[in-house]
T-cell receptor
């Protein structure tokens, strides 16, 4: 069974600084997708970034980038120039096929200090 | 992309009653997913709903407790039956087009 592990329950970052959120996963599949979702207090799930396992290049979306280490089954999210609006719960998630279910980690609460 | 709406956005219900949550998508989708998020927890998949077939339930979830309907490619309902305080959660509808999109959720409190 696929599992997603986020071992840090909480993190804090100073505004304008950089923070890295960790995620590891376990799978026997060779083809899969990894995601980071953000859930602010409004509870709307927002896709932050997506990584296809077959791509060696790390995904980047503006201030958000990932460090994807396939052999180590590690998928960390780096947030640069942190902003107050980045404060939220962040979930790492895994999916195999295009129409298969998402498996989520437990999430990490990120706070941003002004 | 897909825009998803859910009704109601929140509700407070008495134990022993049932609540039906509606999910409407602005485009036709093959599969819809229903997730539960208990307070302070992650999302757990309840079931996957395909149009024209019975929903597929995850371990720990049963049809008698969480009946699901999927009458067409843009709509689904989840009923939480015979509710107890342990059912107090956020219930989220989700669809996959290219990405996976989520509705705004329904916050259910059972007293």
């Amino acid at each position: 069974a696929q599992t997603v592990t986020q071992s840090q329950p909480e993190m804090s970052v100073q505004e304008a600084e950089t923070v890295t959120l960790s995620c590891t996963y376990d799978t026997s599949e060779s083809d899969y997708y990894l995601f980071w979702y953000k859930q602010p207090p409004s509870r709307q799930m927002i896709l932050v970034i997506r990584q296809e396992a077959y791509k060696q290049q790390n995904a980047t979306e503006n201030r958000f980038s990932v460090n994807f280490q396939k052999a180590a089954k590690s998928f960390s999210l780096k947030i640069s120039d942190s902003q107050l609006g980045d404060a939220a719960m962040y979930f790492c998630a895994y999916r195999t096929g295009a129409n298969s279910k998402l498996t989520f980690g437990k999430g990490i609460t990120l706070s941003v200090r002004p | 992309s897909a825009v998803i709406s859910q009704k109601p956005s929140r509700d407070i219900c008495q134990r022993g009653t049932s609540l039906t949550i509606q999910c409407q998508v602005d485009s036709q989708v093959t599969m819809m997913f229903w997730y539960r998020q208990q307070p302070g927890q992650s999302l757990t998949l309840i079931a996957t709903a395909n149009q024209g077939s019975e929903a597929t339930y995850e371990s720990g979830f049963v049809i008698d407790k969480f009946p699901i309907s999927r009458p067409n490619l843009t709509f689904s309902t989840l009923t939480v039956s015979n509710m107890s305080p342990e059912d107090s959660s956020i219930y989220l509808c989700s669809v996959v087009t290219y990405e996976q999109y989520f509705g705004p959720g329904t916050r259910l409190t059972v007293t």
